[in-house]
């Protein structure tokens, strides 16, 4: 489906072309802002080969005190439960191991950039969002049949799936402030990013994480992560997921208690009592969060009203059988 741009008065479709050449010229002015992530960006390259030399690791660590302090604090957490605090770098390392290190160091190093320049009205919104999507997508991974999909992969996938937000943020704040303060950050959000610029973040996060040559499935995940796609991935399917459980845990009335239980009816096989049960161990795993990531949040999720609504809306839904998908898929 082609975004409408707003051009000279009138409304105008915009080709997957345009969106795509509006959305490099935006990353254009992204780099000339920022340069670009270059430790995190080094580990990544050093850790591509599985035998990678620990202390070259540890040493380029080293160049980063915040990125090092991050990956110290997350081993530290009660993710791990050691009996013993780790206090160098490549205990940290050894202990981590390839997969959850690139992982940590992706999550960290590449998300620190942007936070760290966004509007100041924006750290608590993406803070919240994205903490949140990161412990549902794990919480989903870890409850999925899909041995091939990682709970940290799918961590990692929640925690970078707004980065498109924080970009356009930062280099066009004046225009996007009043669209990101819309509540519907799932379907209206969108629309009104279309109109306003002829993209969406969605295809910003993707051109970005591309740029930086992340994981093609991870990608994907992100481009898709507002879109329900029947055919598509699992851990496509575990984003939406934790894209549909953030917008619920934080206003239960809204419009996507109904699409979340359908998607995790038909895609991950589970039912209310499931949702409720994904929905307290969301909560916990974001809370455990915070202290890695040294963030406060202001608020706090109410799981009564949770799952008040979680039975209240299944009921309804069982009796009137809608799809309520159908919403999400055009904005594939």
Known sequence: MNPTVIGEGRSVLATEEQRDAAVDELLNRLDKLHSSPVIALQVMEQTKDPDFEIADVATCLDHDPALAASILRLVNSSYYGLSQTVTSLPHAVTYLGRRPLRLAVLSFGLVKTLVNG???????????????????????????DDRDVNPDSAFAAGLLADLGMLVVAQLETERYVE??????????????????????????GQRLLEKWELPAELVEAVANHHTYLPLSPTLNHILLTANLMTEVLWNPACAYMQP???????????????????????????????????????????????????????????LDSEDFLGGLETLG
């Not at 509007?119 to 919480?139: D, E, I, N, V």
């Not at 303060?181 to 306003?196: F, G, M, N, S, Y």
């Not at 949702?275 to 990531?293: G, K, P």
């Open 260 to 318: 979340l239980q359908q998607v995790l009816n038909r895609r991950l096989g589970l039912e209310v009592d499931d949702l409720i049960t994904l929905a307290l161990a969301t909560e916990t795993a974001m809370n455990e969060s915070l202290d890695i990531f040294g963030v406060q949040l202001d608020g706090k999720i109410n799981l009564d009203e949770v799952e008040q609504q979680a039975r209240e809306q299944y009921e309804q839904a069982a």
């Open 118 to 144: 966004a509007p100041a009205q924006f750290h608590q919104m993406y803070w919240k969002r994205s903490l949140t999507m990161a412990a549902a997508a794990r919480k989903c991974a870890e409850l999925t």
């Open 179 to 204: 669209i990101a303060e819309e509540p519907d950050h799932t379907i209206a959000l969108v629309k009104a990013e279309r109109l306003q610029f002829g993209y969406d973040h969605m295809a910003v």
